[in-house]
């Protein structure tokens, strides 16, 4: 038990961190295929012995502008009905972001700031109950990349920080991960390939050894197809495989878990256009 929440632990800060981007959503949504998004709906399927069931449960919705920012974002329960509205308020440096349940109960979920280049340098969360949940600030350097980001609790506690250092002679990227929390400290090590795309991701634990080894692969397009995981072992930890329908325009997204790459989660997304 103690072996698998570790591996767990490592699969959700490579999530949350190894991307190479910010820890918050970027502002605006990437197009498919060029071009501009109106809805996204996610179905989730079950799986059944392996293989994904024939029909498909309406997970979430998400709506667009023509300026590919996000109007509202519903997620449904099993049965169909809406669960969450997110809805979303734009300004020249900030974003609102307000969270609606089933009840009717309005309230903020969100602020995010911007710089005067459009760069994301602060997000605030809130609780369901409107309090302060935790701040991510984020520093960038004369190019807008980041250098720092920071996470504080209600009580301007740090609880998490990541710091960046590029060389941008052999398109690496090193990340520091310090979780004040669980008291874990992380060093991550991007590699991208000409076009600025992370190909390799490798984390290590703070004193040395290397604890994840991730590939990922992309088309020719830019749209990622594949991401697979292995622990220090080369033993499989998870593999991420998405594929596009080009007649649809419909996107496939497929998880395997563990060394015998059960299938653990199929998912579809469907898109409607401007």
């Known amino acids: 038990m103690k072996i698998f929440c570790s591996k767990l632990l490592v699969i959700t800060l490579l999530l949350l961190f190894g991307l190479g981007i910010s820890i918050a959503q970027d502002?605006?949504?990437?197009?498919?295929?060029?071009?501009?998004?109106?809805?996204?709906?996610?179905?989730?399927?079950?799986?059944?012995?392996?293989?994904?069931?024939?029909?498909?449960?309406?997970?979430?919705?998400?709506?667009?502008?023509?300026?590919?920012?996000?109007?509202n974002w519903i997620l449904f329960d099993k049965e169909g009905r809406e669960k969450y509205v997110y809805t979303y308020e734009y300004s020249k440096n900030t974003t609102n972001c307000y969270r609606t349940d089933n009840n009717g109960k309005k309230v903020l979920d969100y602020v995010q700031e911007y710089d005067n280049a459009g760069h994301l340098i602060k997000e605030i969360r809130y609780t369901g109950n409107g309090e302060l949940k935790d701040i991510l600030q984020i520093t960038?350097?004369?190019?807008?990349?980041p250098i720092k980001e920071e996470r504080l609790n209600a009580k301007k506690e740090k609880t998490l920080e990541v710091s960046y250092i590029y060389d941008r002679n052999n398109n690496k990227v090193y990340k520091t991960l310090k979780?004040?929390?669980?008291?874990?400290?992380?060093?991550?090590?991007?590699?991208?390939?000409?076009?600025?795309?992370?190909?390799?991701r490798k984390l290590y634990d703070a004193s040395g050894p290397l604890m994840e080894h991730t590939v990922q692969v992309w088309d020719d397009k830019g749209i990622i197809k594949q991401r697979i995981s292995y622990d220090n072992n080369g033993d499989l930890l998870r593999k991420e495989v998405y594929s596009l329908d080009e007649i649809t325009q419909s996107r496939t997204e497929s998880i395997f878990m563990g060394k015998t790459s059960n299938l653990v989660s199929f998912v579809v997304y469907t898109y409607e256009y401007y």
Do not use: H, M
């Open 27 to 71: 502002r605006k949504k990437k197009t498919v295929e060029e071009k501009k998004i109106k809805l996204e709906t996610r179905w989730n399927y079950q799986i059944e012995s392996g293989t994904p069931s024939n029909t498909g449960i309406k997970a979430s919705t998400i709506q667009y502008n023509q300026d590919t920012q996000r109007k």
């Open 179 to 200: 979780d004040y929390q669980a008291n874990k400290f992380f060093e991550i090590v991007l590699e991208k390939d000409a076009q600025g795309k992370v190909i390799v």
């Open 140 to 145: 960038l350097d004369d190019t807008g990349v």
